[in-house]
């Protein structure tokens, strides 16, 4: 049971160029979740989805789309990075209903020069 | 809307001695509480939940939290310090009306010394 995991676990972006981070759980959770941590700051929700076939905006979504690929499978794409877009990238699941924990990826630590 | 404030965003201690991380929160609804712990470059791993049934909650490793309604915080303690329990800890809420979207503290930065 690998649990969350994410790639890459690093990349170096210059300003404007693309790329996917890609997760994957095998817990057969339903919903899944994308978030950035900046020092001080905690986590902030970029998106999520409650269910396969839906995504929904969370607290700071520009700059950012998602795709839940299949129930396992929720990418998070910059389709053109910005410096300030350089922080680490979690991705997390859980089962749905509100007295269930997240579980959390490794993390993806992004630089974008 | 909901909130989390923790109120010391850095905590030293000595190893063996009491660790007290305080948070207060915000919420219109009956919430549910989380401590998560993040050692250096990891993910971030549950201690301990609340989710309105005792209102003292054991985790792993030692941790406890007191769910005190009338003061609105979920303040985290362990009786003794481990070397090893220096990490940052989030205290993180979710609301009924939020679905299950968690808001997380600022974070507070343990250093535990010999």
């Known amino acids: 049971n690998a649990g969350v995991t994410q790639t890459p676990k690093f990349q170096v972006l210059k300003t404007g160029q693309s790329m996917t981070l890609q997760c994957a759980q095998d817990m057969n959770h339903n919903s899944m979740y994308w978030y950035r941590q900046d020092p001080g700051m905690g986590l902030r929700l970029i998106y999520y989805s409650a269910s396969e076939g839906t995504t929904d905006k969370g607290e700071v979504p520009n700059g950012y789309n998602v795709s839940r690929l299949n129930k396992r499978e929720f990418s998070l794409r910059l389709e053109s990075a910005a410096p300030s877009q350089t922080s680490v990238y979690f991705c997390?699941?859980?089962?749905?209903?509100?007295?269930?924990?997240?579980?959390f990826g490794p993390g993806t630590r992004l630089t974008v020069t | 809307a909901q909130s989390v404030t923790q109120l010391d965003s850095h905590v030293s201690v000595s190893e063996g001695t009491p660790v007290l991380l305080r948070c207060n929160y915000s919420s219109s609804y009956s919430p549910s509480l989380f401590w998560y712990v993040q050692h250096p470059n990891k993910g971030l791993q549950l201690l301990l939940k609340y989710t309105s049934a005792a209102t003292l909650v054991k985790g792993i490793n030692g941790f406890e939290a007191e769910f005190k309604k009338s003061e609105t915080s979920f303040h985290l303690t362990k009786p003794s310090a481990h070397m090893s329990d220096a990490a940052e800890y989030f205290c993180?809420?979710?609301?009924?009306?939020?679905?299950?979207?968690?808001?997380f503290g600022g974070g507070t930065r343990v250093l535990v010394k010999p």
């Open positions: 997390a699941s859980s089962l749905a209903g509100v007295s269930y924990e997240q579980y």
């Open positions: 993180v809420v979710r609301g009924q009306a939020a679905g299950n979207k968690l808001t």
